[in-house]
């Protein structure tokens, strides 16, 4: 398989939206040198171990494990709830967002091809009781997804969903429903599932959750909603070849996070807007703005030093968001650079007819194809945020299917990473969430954090009072 997205990034430079506002050639030949050091380096601790995020699309035989895991069990259960938060659900969700229907969970079983799909992330009591009220427990597949079994969120909607699971069908018979996705050797939840017997799948060790998607905790969900995991794999492995030259100019992956850099830094558009013409790609969006965000916004450089840097990511969706964003983006403060999403060729095809003779001003749409008019509507905001100055580029997909979801996972992976080294920070890790993780176990009275507690509960210094609250 060969790589197919197409990028055109004009729109993105000085000579289309004027030199305050567009990156430069003379710009990206200042950071060509940077970009090769920091290929070379990725190499060098590539072949010494590192970076194994890059060897997740060489993984086929554990895709073939999952599939046919989830052959032998997707006719066995009518619902499967993922449980996980951030990476260890957007992946997924995005996945089946892109290559399954729209409704998918309103489909017959014969049509769905495999159980309805839930996801329990937020610890949102309303939604976590809902579910369990929607769901069939007795056929109900639950797999949780937590390297290391810590995080606060996916453990408790995990107990819960344990909890309803033995009451409907039995301690017995809930251990041979929960399937979990963990760590291979350590944690809270490889020692649960040990001790339960649940049935496992590895959490790749020395890969950040947020570089996960192409693992057993993207692909086993994935798996059992009838998505072709081989051809993401082969995607991926596509765009990773495509990825291989140095050259900023060559490389996609590197052009992309040269673009996002220097237009941050040397422009000041600090807000990163992902617009795809696609509800089916709305999720990628989704899952690269934790991508960005998590892995770019660092209060420290790799040096120590206090940068505070990252560029704040959007997402947006087109043509929806013609309606409610673009007039800020065109007309507001210029501070974004936009990446629109555009879709050669649809996987339905919708003819408007029936305009009425009378009102001749709708006559321009008496046999428009729907997909015609949403790729125009694509090509027009690109004109528009161009006539406007506004920084934009354009990737093209010929068509949506396993192997695009693939490209777009390890193009943005790799992006990710080469921007946190022409930031000067590590896109590994998250220092700033643990600072609130540590915060919610103490709040909640975990054995350890009683000094915290009790930092976090004290009354203000000067006994003042600053909530408002009903008479």
């Given at each position: 398989?060969?790589?197919?997205?197409?990028?055109?990034?004009?729109?993105?430079t000085?000579?289309?939206?004027?030199?305050?506002?567009?990156?430069?050639k003379?710009?990206?030949?200042?950071?060509?040198?940077?970009?090769r050091?920091?290929h070379?380096r990725?190499?060098?601790?590539?072949?010494?171990?590192a970076q194994r995020?890059?060897?997740?699309?060489?993984n086929?035989?554990?895709?073939?494990?999952?599939?046919?895991?989830?052959?032998?069990?997707?006719?066995?259960?009518?619902?499967y709830?993922l449980?996980?938060?951030?990476g260890?659900?957007l992946?997924?969700?995005?996945?089946?967002?892109?290559l399954?229907?729209?409704?998918?969970n309103?489909l017959?079983?014969?049509?769905?091809?495999?159980?309805?799909?839930?996801?329990?992330?937020?610890?949102?009591?309303?939604?976590?009781?809902?579910?369990?009220?929607v769901?069939?427990?007795?056929?109900?597949?639950?797999?949780?997804?937590?390297?290391?079994?810590?995080?606060?969120?996916t453990?408790?909607n995990?107990?819960v969903?344990?909890?309803a699971?033995?009451?409907?069908?039995g301690?017995?018979?809930?251990?041979?429903?929960?399937?979990?996705?963990?760590?291979p050797?350590e944690?809270?939840?490889?020692?649960?599932?040990?001790?339960?017997?649940?049935?496992?799948?590895?959490?790749?060790?020395?890969?950040d959750?947020?570089?996960?998607?192409?693992?057993?905790?993207?692909?086993?969900?994935?798996?059992?909603?009838?998505?072709?995991i081989?051809g993401?794999?082969?995607?991926?492995?596509?765009?990773?070849?495509?990825?291989?030259?140095?050259?900023?100019?060559?490389?996609p992956a590197?052009?992309?996070?040269?673009?996002?850099?220097l237009?941050?830094?040397?422009?000041?558009?600090?807000?990163l807007?992902t617009?795809?013409?696609?509800?089916?790609?709305?999720?990628?969006?989704?899952?690269?703005?934790?991508?960005?965000?998590?892995?770019?916004?660092?209060?420290l450089?790799?040096?120590g030093?206090?940068?505070?840097?990252?560029?704040?990511?959007i997402?947006?969706l087109?043509?929806?968001?013609?309606?409610?964003?673009?007039?800020l983006?065109?007309?507001?403060?210029?501070d974004?650079?936009?990446?629109?999403?555009e879709?050669?060729?649809?996987r339905?095809?919708?003819?408007?007819?029936g305009?009425p003779?009378?009102?001749?001003?709708?006559a321009?749409?008496?046999?428009?194809?729907?997909g015609?008019?949403?790729d125009?509507?694509?090509?027009?905001?690109a004109w528009?945020?161009?006539?406007?100055?506004?920084?934009?580029?354009?990737?093209?997909?010929?068509?949506?299917?396993?192997?695009?979801v693939?490209e777009?996972?390890?193009?943005?992976?790799?992006?990710?990473?080469?921007?946190?080294?022409?930031?000067?920070?590590?896109?590994?890790?998250?220092?700033?969430?643990?600072?609130?993780?540590n915060?919610?176990?103490?709040?909640?009275?975990?054995e350890?954090?009683?000094?915290?507690?009790?930092?976090?509960?004290a009354?203000?210094?000067?006994?003042?009072?600053?909530?408002?609250?009903?008479?």
């Amino acid at each position: 398989m060969q790589s197919r997205l197409t990028f055109d990034y004009r729109n993105a430079t000085a000579q289309a939206v004027g030199p305050e506002n567009g990156v430069s050639k003379t710009m990206l030949d200042g950071v060509a040198g940077k970009v090769r050091a920091e290929h070379a380096r990725l190499q060098r601790e590539h072949a010494a171990g590192a970076q194994r995020w890059m060897d997740l699309p060489d993984n086929t035989a554990l895709a073939g494990e999952i599939n046919d895991f989830a052959n032998a069990n997707r006719g066995s259960y009518s619902d499967y709830i993922l449980i996980g938060i951030g990476g260890s659900s957007l992946g997924a969700i995005a996945t089946v967002m892109a290559l399954g229907h729209p409704y998918r969970n309103l489909l017959s079983a014969e049509k769905r091809g495999g159980p309805r799909l839930f996801v329990l992330d937020n610890p949102d009591p309303e939604k976590v009781k809902a579910t369990l009220d929607v769901v069939d427990l007795k056929n109900t597949l639950v797999n949780v997804v937590t390297k290391s079994g810590q995080t606060a969120e996916t453990m408790a909607n995990f107990l819960v969903a344990r909890n309803a699971l033995e009451a409907a069908v039995g301690e017995k018979q809930a251990a041979k429903q929960i399937v979990a996705t963990t760590d291979p050797k350590e944690g809270l939840l490889r020692q649960m599932a040990d001790a339960e017997g649940y049935r496992t799948f590895p959490v790749p060790p020395g890969v950040d959750g947020r570089q996960t998607v192409l693992s057993a905790v993207g692909l086993l969900p994935a798996a059992f909603c009838g998505v072709d995991i081989d051809g993401m794999l082969a995607g991926a492995a596509a765009m990773r070849a495509r990825c291989t030259s140095d050259d900023v100019f060559e490389n996609p992956a590197y052009l992309l996070a040269a673009l996002a850099v220097l237009a941050d830094q040397k422009l000041g558009k600090k807000m990163l807007v992902t617009m795809p013409y696609s509800d089916a790609l709305y999720g990628i969006a989704d899952w690269f703005r934790q991508l960005w965000a998590e892995s770019l916004g660092k209060r420290l450089s790799i040096d120590g030093e206090e940068v505070f840097a990252g560029q704040t990511p959007i997402k947006a969706l087109g043509a929806i968001d013609q309606h409610s964003q673009i007039q800020l983006y065109t007309e507001g403060p210029n501070d974004k650079l936009l990446s629109l999403i555009e879709v050669d060729r649809y996987r339905a095809e919708v003819e408007v007819t029936g305009v009425p003779a009378n009102i001749p001003d709708l006559a321009y749409l008496e046999g428009a194809e729907m997909g015609q008019l949403i790729d125009r509507e694509c090509s027009a905001t690109a004109w528009a945020l161009t006539q406007a100055k506004r920084p934009n580029f354009t990737i093209t997909v010929p068509e949506i299917d396993a192997g695009i979801v693939g490209e777009f996972f390890y193009l943005h992976q790799l992006q990710t990473v080469m921007a946190g080294a022409l930031y000067g920070v590590n896109p590994f890790g998250q220092p700033g969430v643990e600072a609130g993780k540590n915060a919610t176990y103490a709040l909640m009275g975990r054995e350890g954090y009683e000094g915290l507690r009790k930092e976090l509960t004290a009354k203000p210094a000067d006994g003042g009072e600053y909530t408002l609250a009903p008479n």
